[in-house]
């Protein structure tokens, strides 16, 4: 079976994130970078699937040189190969034209199933992993929490939670899976992992191997523009109910609840 | 001039982070309550490759640099000192001299099964009466025949009485010399030997999630091949072992100066009186500020020493002033931090309490910190 995982570097949930002076980014400078924690779902999923079926896992990564240390992490959990797509022209696209180089990338290796994290924790998006598929001309099923490939390979079945239930759907493969939280708990990139990792193989390739015309991507091409980013309200002092029995503070509770909040 | 850690090492860094905050982080607290070392953890840690990290894939180790294995020790310790003790131990104390000086049958047969964490081994030097006179040890190896009759005592032994500790290093006085001084010299002894015991040591005050023993030696035999290195070689092979040893008491120190920081950053973030967070007040900001600082310089002189040792430059001077300054910054770091965690801080509810107590250790341990003021000031030519 042969399994692609595309993952994001993101920055680390502990960063503080600060804006730039021009209001619509963020400062990366000091910066600490992670895999999306939604593609390490991806990264653990494929490779238990090879571990089921053999095969092999390339991992795809799209961004600037330090995305390789993310490339590198999956690696040394298991995967076998890795892809950096890595072109200056690449800088400020969005999630479209992300979809787009990754489909370029994968099309022309053999692929049974893709994974990818439901979206990525930064911009929160959740486009690529559908319009990756749409790019490829395959089936995708979106924040999926359980994976089962069929024994023969040629069909995928998936749970999906929709409010407080669970869809069970399935497809033939190939296809595109986003992996939501829940999925399974990813291995740790072990220390015999991190040796063997150096020594796989991780292939850079940049716009013009694949094919891709740079004015399709970048800042100036982009459909979604951001206009403005503020950081989100300061919290503000939680309230102490007061009253001398449960009963009389529940009352008081609800009555918050209904005439300050009112949220019933 | 690079400061910039190589790519492996900043995965490694990531690795051992996440699992010490997911696997260890949770279960510290409780193993310090009930003085108890965790089997479940070391089978974990195990499992991840903690254990042989410097040593070559020959005798199932990892064959990383020692500044990897500086970054997995400073990492647990960062949330566990015991934890972060019984890494630091069992690569140092207990692989170190098996892998440096053992004969290739001595390494063959026990490595595999300590790089795999399947297994662990002590380093028994320290004596009731031999702490940093080392010199003195009084514990006595006879050659009777083919074999060595050990008698005598060692104390303060971490990783000894493990229920998966499968022998220690002792050292032990096999003669005297020409100049009338003790001839030492390092004698491995199986677990199970008869006439050898391995007692665990209750009442700690720190450390108490790892394992510390009393050994006793009473007529144990064991055969002349149990020699490690060449006879007499025991001083040497020790002060060799205390060296690279210091510096992962010294990661010890970093990693437990930087846990310390960062309960007191985000303590003194939440923490509200007078109507602002404690940390606006200048007198606490300062004190995050002192410790954001010695912990940079720590750092700096730590890794330094790693790179020295790495590049085979003599790095014993660096390795005494990493031990000595990175314990005495943790020691600086946990009492400010107690100290803005105010009442709560003395309350086992927060880790730091306990970081508070572990602390101790690291100025005592492997050669206290006078000794290391000594060994400095002998290498400066001041004494």
Redesign the interface.
């Known amino acids: 079976m042969n399994i692609i995982v595309c993952l994001k570097q993101v920055p680390d949930t502990e960063s503080q994130i600060k804006l730039a002076p021009d209001g619509k980014s963020i400062l990366k400078e000091d910066l600490k970078w992670?895999m999306n924690p939604y593609d390490e779902f991806g990264v653990e999923e494929a490779l238990r699937i090879k571990e089921k079926f053999g095969g092999s896992v390339t991992v795809v990564g799209l961004g600037p040189k330090r995305v390789?240390?993310s490339i590198?992490?999956a690696l040394?959990m298991g995967a076998d190969k890795g892809i950096l797509i890595s072109d200056p022209a690449l800088e400020g696209s969005d999630a479209l034209a992300t979809a787009k180089a990754l489909a370029a990338a994968v099309k022309d290796i053999p692929y049974d199933i893709i994974f990818t994290g439901q979206r990525g924790v930064d911009d929160d998006n959740g486009i690529v992993g559908p319009a990756l598929a749409e790019y490829l001309g395959i089936p995708h099923m979106s924040i999926i929490v359980k994976v089962e490939v069929s024994q023969d390979g040629k069909s995928v079945k998936c749970n999906k939670p929709v409010e407080g239930q669970t869809l069970v759907i399935e497809s033939p493969l190939p296809a595109v899976v986003t992996a939501q939280k829940g999925l399974n708990e990813p291995r740790?990139?072990?220390?015999?992992?991190?040796?063997k990792?150096?020594k796989k193989p991780l292939e850079e390739k940049t716009f013009a191997a694949l094919g891709l015309n740079p004015s399709e991507f970048g800042e100036g091409a982009r459909n979604l523009k951001v206009i403005e980013l503020t950081p989100p309200p300061a919290r503000k002092a939680g309230k102490i109910v007061s009253g001398d029995t449960p009963e009389s503070k529940a009352k008081e509770l609800a009555r918050l609840l209904h005439e300050e909040a009112k949220v019933i | 001039m690079d400061f910039s850690f190589s790519m492996e090492q900043e995965i490694l860094r990531n690795t051992v982070r996440q699992f010490a905050e997911k696997e260890i982080k949770s279960v510290a607290r409780e193993m310090d309550e009930r003085e108890e070392f965790s089997y479940e953890t070391m089978q974990k840690m195990g499992e991840l490759g903690l254990f042989g990290m410097f040593v070559s894939e020959t005798y199932g180790g990892q064959a990383m640099d020692y500044i990897s294995y500086i970054i997995a020790t400073e990492e647990i310790a960062r949330v566990d000192q015991s934890h972060a003790a019984t890494i630091a131990a069992g690569n140092s104390l207990g692989i170190g001299p098996l892998y440096y000086f053992g004969s290739e049958e001595q390494k063959r047969a026990h490595l595999p099964g300590l790089c795999s964490g399947e297994s662990l081994w002590g380093f028994g030097l320290t004596e009731p009466n031999a702490g940093s006179d080392a010199g003195n040890t009084q514990t006595a190896a006879v050659l009777d025949g083919d074999e060595w009759v050990i008698n005598g005592s060692k104390i303060f032994i971490t990783n000894a009485a493990t229920k998966i500790t499968s022998g220690v290093t002792a050292l032990c006085r096999t003669g005297t010399r020409q100049d009338g001084r003790p001839e030492l010299s390092c004698i491995l002894i199986e677990r199970g030997t008869p006439g050898f015991d391995a007692v665990e040591m209750h009442g700690k005050m720190m450390w108490r999630g790892s394992n510390t023993s009393q050994l006793y030696f009473d007529d144990c035999r064991v055969p002349k091949e149990n020699l490690l290195g060449p006879r007499g070689h025991g001083f040497y092979q020790m002060m060799q072992t205390l060296d690279g040893g210091r510096l992962s008491i010294g990661a010890m120190g970093l990693g437990g100066a930087q846990g310390c920081f960062e309960m007191a950053l985000k303590y003194s973030h939440e923490r509200v009186q007078f109507g602002k967070a404690i940390s606006n007040f200048q007198v606490n900001a300062f004190k995050l500020a002192d410790m954001a600082l010695e912990i940079e310089c720590a750092r700096l002189i730590l890794y330094k020493a790693c790179w020295l040792r790495d590049n085979n430059k003599p790095f014993t001077k660096e390795a005494a002033m990493a031990k000595l300054y990175c314990s005495e910054v943790m020691y600086r770091c946990a009492n400010h931090s107690v100290q803005l965690h105010g009442g709560y801080g003395l309350m086992k509810e927060y880790d730091v309490e306990r970081f508070y107590r572990d602390q101790k250790l690291l100025e005592i341990g492997e050669g206290t910190s006078e000794v290391q003021r000594l060994v400095i000031s002998r290498l400066i030519g001041a004494a």
Do not use: F, H
């Open positions: 992670v390789t240390e590198r992490t040394a740790y990139a072990s220390l015999p992992g991190i040796m990792a150096k």
